[in-house]
């Protein structure tokens, strides 16, 4: 069964400085999705940013950017230029992507704190 | 906004009782997932539906249960309510088929408090 490891339960960061938060994974599946989710205190669930397992390149979106590394099983989210409003809650997500019907197991979270 | 609709917002019973939460998906999606995110917790996920036929099950207890529909809304039951039921139930959807990006788009969740 596929397990997600975020070892990192809080972390903090100075507005403006740049924070990585940790991922491990566990599966012997070679085609799957990573995710990272991000959910700020109004507790709704939205995607930071995606990674499908087959693409070497790592997804960068705006100030967020992923460190995939297929072999060591490990999907790090890093955060530049950080704003107040990146305080959430971030989760790790993985999915198999055999089907379009299967689950999406999720890590047990890192609270990110921006501190001004 | 997702997409994905969930009513209610916000829900206050009693112990035994016995609610319904409901979820309409994203247009299109085949795909109706269910978790349980207990105060200060990750998500659990419960259980998981693919246009109309149960898919996967998570630590879905045998006092809840769930369907989804021939319109693919789904609703999920959950009786003899317990005071460690109290969370947030969030439904999420997702595409079917060839095409999709794999995310889940979920829906602003059902607080469900039991006193």
């Known amino acids: 069964a596929q397990t997600v490891t975020q070892s990192q339960p809080e972390m903090s960061v100075q507005e403006a400085e740049t924070v990585t938060l940790s991922c491990t994974y566990d599966?012997?599946?070679?085609?799957?999705?990573l995710f990272w989710y991000k959910q700020p205190p109004s507790r709704q669930m939205i995607l930071v940013i995606r990674?499908?397992?087959?693409?070497?390149q790592n997804a960068t979106e705006n100030r967020f950017s992923v460190n995939f590394q297929k072999a060591a099983k490990s999907f790090s989210l890093k955060i530049s230029d950080s704003q107040l409003g990146d305080t959430a809650m971030y989760f790790c997500?993985?999915?198999?992507?055999?089907?379009?019907?299967?689950?999406?197991?999720f890590g047990p979270g890192t609270s990110l704190s921006v501190i001004p | 906004d997702s997409g994905v609709t969930q009513t209610p917002k916000h829900l206050i019973t009693a112990t035994g009782q016995r609610v319904t939460l409901r979820c309409s998906p994203r247009?299109?999606?085949?795909?109706v997932y269910w978790y349980q995110q207990s105060l200060d917790q990750g998500l659990q996920f419960l259980i998981q539906?693919?246009?109309?036929?149960?898919?996967a099950k998570g630590n879905i207890l045998e006092r809840f249960s769930a369907q989804q529909f021939p319109d693919l809304h789904s609703e999920l039951n959950l009786s003899s309510l317990e005071l460690g039921d109290s969370a947030l139930y969030f439904c999420?959807?997702?595409?079917?088929?060839?095409?999709?990006?794999?995310?889940?788009?979920f829906g602003e969740g059902s607080r469900l408090t039991v006193l």
């Open positions: 997500a993985f999915m198999k992507m055999k089907t379009s019907y299967d689950k999406v197991i």
């Open positions: 999420a959807s997702r595409g079917g088929g060839g095409g999709h990006t794999g995310e889940l788009f």
């Open positions: 539906y693919y246009n109309g036929e149960e898919r």
């Open positions: 599966t012997s599946e070679s085609n799957y999705y």
């Open positions: 247009s299109g999606d085949l795909s």
């Open positions: 990674q499908e397992a087959y693409k070497q």
